[in-house]
Each structure stands twice: as C-alpha cells, then as structure tokens.
C-alpha cells in the first residue's frame, strides 16, 4: 500500500536541493518520491560512519605512492630531464614582471 504525500516545502536554506529536484524533473523517468527515498535510505545507512580521511591515512597513502613513483625512477620507468635553459627560465620570469615593478636606471 502505498502513501501519498500531497506536497512539501523546501525551505531557502536547501535551495540546492530544490534545484537538484527542479533539474531531474526534465528525465521522463525520474520518479521524485523514490528519488527523496533512496536518498534518505542511504543517509540513515550511513550516518554513523566516519567520513573523513585522517592525517595518518593520508601519509599512508602518499607514503605509497612515492615509494612506487622511487620503484619506478629505479627500474627506468621514469626519466627526468635535468638540462635546464636557466637563462630561457630567467628571460621568461623577467616577462612576467610588470612594469610598475622595474626600477628606472
């Protein structure tokens, strides 16, 4: 058996909301009762679990991701260009500088 729910407001606060719901509305198959359903089924599934990533886990993670990156350099997977054009560097740097900044000599 199923409820029906004549109407609800969206208060200003939840504007993106109500543009989410408004945006859907052109899908012929979007069905808004099941769509606040669904979404609220996952939040209550989900509401005590820990979302966030802590400091620790990031480490963990980057920590990985050198240590593959330095397997890669060492097995000659990676090749890093160590010529550099120092003066090309200089020329370009000094292009950016605006006028206002340079002292007249």
Do not use: H, W
Not at 35 to 60: P, W
């Amino acid at each position: 058996m199923s409820q029906k729910i004549e109407r609800f407001l969206i208060s200003q606060k939840n504007d993106d909301i109500y543009e989410i719901l408004e945006k859907e509305k052109k899908n012929k198959n979007f069905n808004k009762s099941e769509y606040i359903c669904a979404a609220i089924r996952y939040y209550d599934a989900n509401k005590g679990e820990q979302r966030s990533i802590e400091l620790e886990e990031v480490q963990k993670i980057i920590d990985k991701k050198l240590f593959e990156f330095r397997r890669e350099i060492l097995n000659g997977g990676v090749t890093i260009d160590t010529k550099i054009n120092e003066n090309k560097i200089l020329e370009e740097n000094i292009n950016k500088i605006p006028n206002t900044e340079l002292e007249d000599d």
